[in-house]
């Protein structure tokens, strides 16, 4: 009997305390990662920087879209959003936080000037997807990249 007046406070105080688990994501600190898009003035030619990309599968990402340019530019990869759990994307400005999606992402289109964050985990593996800015003209003029995630 005193076993069981021992155990019933652990029973109840193990039934209110939040589980977490070892690998809870939504906690983690995730891994900064910056892409930058822009126009190289000298030769007028567009760009993605890096030009490829890497993340591994079970880890959490931030990846700073980052638009140099007075145009705007998009994020583009079929197969990579295929293969990643969103968490959010954030667009903040000075005055702190303008907005926060959540939800499935098919692209990210970012205003001149401006900056996007993506926070997603990749949960399956893929080598060299596409990344493209699909605004006409843009990827013919060098804005193309890959993403692999391992």
């Known amino acids: 009997m005193k076993a069981l007046a021992l155990l019933a406070p652990l029973s109840v105080a193990a ?12 906690r983690a600190k995730p891994v900064e990662v910056v892409l ?3 126009t190289d003035l000298a030769s007028g030619k567009m760009f993605f920087r890096p030009k490829h990309l890497e993340f591994e599968t079970g880890k959490a ?3 700073e879209l ?3 340019d007075e145009i705007k530019h998009e994020v ?5 959003v295929q293969r990643i759990f969103t968490r959010k ?3 903040e400005n000075a005055d702190g ?3 926060e999606i959540k939800g499935a992402i098919r692209e990210i289109e970012v205003g001149p000037k401006q900056t996007v964050d993506w926070y997603f985990v990749p949960v399956q593996t893929v080598k060299n997807a596409d990344i493209i800015c699909a605004i006409k003209g843009h990827k013919e003029a060098g804005m193309f990249g890959t993403i692999t995630i391992r």
């Not at 583009?76 to 990579?80: K, R, V």
């Open 76 to 80: 583009e990869s079929h197969e990579f």
């Open 97 to 99: 936080l303008v907005a």
């Open 36 to 38: 930058e898009m822009g």
């Open 66 to 68: 980052k638009n140099l």
């Open 15 to 26: 039934l209110i305390t939040p589980a977490l688990a070892a690998g809870d994501l939504t």
């Open 89 to 91: 994307v954030e667009i």
């Open 61 to 63: 990402y931030k990846l």
